[in-house]
């Protein structure tokens, strides 16, 4: 399966302080983002406010690998809630993690990728 970021030394640890910009809505990103541990804040973003909450994630967990393997833009703003540790994969390693995979399971993640960027853009 994918390689965790946390599992590879080698991945320098980024640390981002609570109301830090970690994407940006419409950004089209050359890296994937694992976030190690935090809590970030996902919605949509309005004269540097987060007006529209549209939910909150934990780490572990791959901030934007939906939208990465579709090779769509982020569909939310993503903002630090608290101290988070992040690592980023570039966007080339993850998809070649990604053709690494049997062809049933990338058929399945490309499912569930499009499935919730359908659902994200909806509550946009």
């Known amino acids: 399966m994918f390689p ?16 830090e910009v970690l994407r940006q809505r419409h950004q ?10 935090g809590r970030v804040l996902l919605g949509v973003r ?6 529209h909450q549209l939910g909150v994630v934990e780490g572990p967990f791959w901030l934007d690998a939906a939208t990465a393997l579709l090779d769509q833009p982020c569909a939310v703003d993503m903002v630090a809630d608290t101290r988070v540790q992040l690592r980023r994969m ?5 998809k ?8 049933p399971a990338q058929a399945l993640l490309r499912d569930m990728a499009t499935g919730y960027c359908q ?5 946009v």
Request: net charge negative.
């Open 46 to 51: 309005e004269d540097g406010v987060m007006r």
């Open 119 to 123: 659902q994200t853009e909806l509550a």
């Open 90 to 94: 570039p966007l080339e390693d993850f």
């Open 28 to 37: 089209q990103p050359a890296s994937v983002l694992y976030l190690d541990s």
């Open 4 to 19: 965790i970021p946390s599992s590879d030394q080698s991945v320098q640890i980024e640390v981002a302080t609570a109301g």
């Open 96 to 103: 070649r993690s990604f053709d690494d995979l049997p062809q």
